[in-house]
């Protein structure tokens, strides 16, 4: 129900859009968001959107780097990644809920895909 892409090897300071693409349903949740997981190391919050009111939170290590979106017609949530950092490289998730409380928890989200891999290279 969520299809993560994008993914890809990147120099250092380089960009990469990923996507998220989801059923109806999963769209339709109050909550979209992007996760990340490098090896050895937990899952961690990225950036999650809120459908209800358009409110956006980022993770302090991404922010103004990172930007999420939605695009209601084709059911996608992007993740625009910019100045790209070695220690961004990591599996990247996307994950749907339906409240926006709790949303740097992984633990809280019902849905996810099935990750798409970043790696930059120095």
């Known amino acids: 129900q969520l299809q993560a892409s994008g993914g890809g090897l990147v120099q250092a300071g380089g960009s990469l859009r990923l996507s998220c693409a989801a059923s109806?349903?999963?769209?339709?949740?109050?909550?979209m968001a992007w996760f990340r997981q490098g090896p050895g190391t937990e899952r961690e919050f990225v950036g999650a959107?809120?459908?209800?009111?358009?409110?956006?939170r980022y993770a302090d290590s991404v922010k103004g780097r990172f930007t999420i979106s939605r695009d209601n017609a084709k059911l996608t949530v992007y993740l625009q990644t910019n100045s790209l950092k070695p220690e961004d490289a990591a599996v990247y998730y996307c994950?749907?809920?339906?409240?926006?409380?709790?949303?740097?928890?992984?633990?809280?989200?019902?849905?996810w895909g099935q990750g798409t891999q970043v790696t930059v290279s120095s």
């Open positions: 994950a749907s809920k339906g409240l926006w409380s709790s949303i740097t928890d992984p633990g809280s989200y019902g849905y």
């Open positions: 959107l809120s459908r209800i009111d358009g409110s956006i």
């Open positions: 109806g349903r999963t769209f339709s949740s109050a909550v």
